[in-house]
């Protein structure tokens, strides 16, 4: 067959291209080639002791129907997953969350109690459940204000705090925990059902009585996790929750912003973040690119600030064996990973608000960050490490810069990118 010279100068462009694509590619993917394995779900601190406690259920051992995953395979790493090799600021030990979806209280409480020790150098511990009662009042009053259609759900974002502290007050753990009955750990399950079911009959009967709604609100959550206190007793003086913060810890709620970054709102303007966590439609994040924002985080971590800091754990190079959190080659390589990236997989809803957590230190490797994360879920205590009552994740950089959405910090951390806002 007879093939023209035009077809044969077309035929060579095209192979030379491919090549050359070929070639970008292979150097833009410079990094070794990350492993995947299926691995058996294995009982953790939360089958063998938080669902123990709640309902005494214990772990079927059939190996024939034990769960796998497809996972990252990190055997062959090397990993800095030891407390003792990372620089990090005072946190108190973790305290679990039990099966109850309050992690927002908890990550956002440890970084308070963290902010008292850098501000005034006491030690306290403060109730989270505290913060998560007062929460479900004001969640309750929002449903009866829209006519029901206002999100009552367990789940809530980190500047909750703030405006529960601001409203109320905080006081310590040992004043109020929410555990009754001589349980160990949280479960909310029935008490929300309780909740959730009420509230339903107040939509379906067109009953919108605040007062009553909210004092029948007050009266599920007190016989499940007993009433909070209006006053108590630190250090021989009396004390209100609202004079404890003012008073004693000495914490301004004000102070404290959210850092937020993603492409679907315009950069250097406060954003509403928009997920159902987010129930109260709270605008006032801080929207930058994502490379000030990840310079705030490395910046900050080492001028002694920490952050409560939450995004996507369900990912296959999230390890709940090794506590590592790596975004394997196989998903993104490393030098891929940006702002379209990152919105991409928020958009198509790959990354989700899964979880929030306590940034409280870091290390250099290999040139990269990785970051020291306290949290009060289930799975940071399934291994010992050399502290194994700290219950923790160890990040890479690249887990945050295209999972972990935004952050709670301290204004002065940012004080020249708050400048840049109109």
């Not at 630190?234 to 810890?249: A, C, E, F, M």
């Not at 194994?388 to 990040?395: I, K, Q, R, S, T």
Request: aromatic fraction near 14%; proline fraction near 3%; glycine fraction near 6%.
């Amino acid at each position: 067959m007879f093939i023209s010279k035009k077809i044969k100068i077309k035929t060579m462009k095209r192979i030379i291209t491919l090549v050359l694509i070929s070639v970008v590619a292979y150097s833009a993917l410079g990094q070794k080639k990350d492993k995947a394995v299926f691995e058996e779900y294995k009982a953790g601190f939360y089958q063998n002791f938080i669902m123990k406690d709640i309902s005494a259920v214990e772990e079927k051992q059939n190996p024939e129907k034990k769960e796998k995953k497809f996972m990252m395979d990190h055997s062959e790493l090397d990993l800095p997953n030891k407390v003792s090799l990372y620089k990090r600021e005072w946190a108190n030990p973790v305290i679990s969350q039990g099966n109850a979806g309050s992690c927002w209280a908890y990550s956002t409480i440890s970084m308070y109690e963290t902010e008292v020790k850098r501000l005034s150098g006491k030690e306290v511990k403060l109730s989270e459940i505290f913060i998560v009662y007062w929460e479900y009042v004001e969640k309750a009053r929002r449903f009866v204000t829209e006519r029901g259609n206002s999100l009552f759900e367990h789940g809530s974002e980190s500047n909750a705090v703030a405006r529960i502290m601001n409203k109320y007050g905080t006081m310590p753990i040992n004043v109020y925990t929410g555990l009754i009955n001589g349980r160990k750990y949280h479960s909310h399950d029935a008490m929300y059902e309780e909740m959730m079911g009420y509230l339903n009959s107040v939509k379906k009967n067109n009953v919108w009585n605040e007062e009553l709604v909210l004092v029948t609100i007050k009266t599920i959550m007190n016989h499940h996790l007993g009433e909070p206190p209006t006053e108590f007793n630190v250090d021989g003086k009396r004390y209100t929750p609202k004079s404890y913060l003012k008073d004693y810890i000495k914490i301004n709620p004000d102070d404290y912003v959210e850092i937020l970054s993603y492409k679907q709102e315009p950069y250097w303007e406060q954003v509403e973040y928009k997920v159902p966590d987010n129930w109260w439609h709270n605008a006032e994040y801080y929207n930058v690119p994502l490379d000030i924002y990840m310079e705030v985080v490395k910046k900050s971590i080492r001028e002694g600030y920490t952050i409560s800091i939450g995004g996507d754990v369900s990912e296959s190079g999230f390890s709940r064996n090794t506590q590592v959190a790596l975004i394997p080659s196989y998903d993104i390589p490393s030098e891929y990973i940006d702002e379209d990236s990152r919105q991409f997989r928020f958009s198509n809803k790959t990354t989700t608000d899964d979880h929030g957590m306590h940034l409280v230190g870091y290390i250099e490797k290999d040139g990269k960050d990785w970051y020291l994360i306290k949290d009060s879920s289930s799975g940071s205590r399934n291994n010992d490490h050399d502290a194994p009552e700290f219950g923790c994740y160890f990040f890479h950089e690249d887990y945050v810069k295209l999972k972990m959405m935004g952050f709670t910090i301290h204004k002065d951390a940012v004080k020249d990118i708050l400048k840049k806002f109109k």
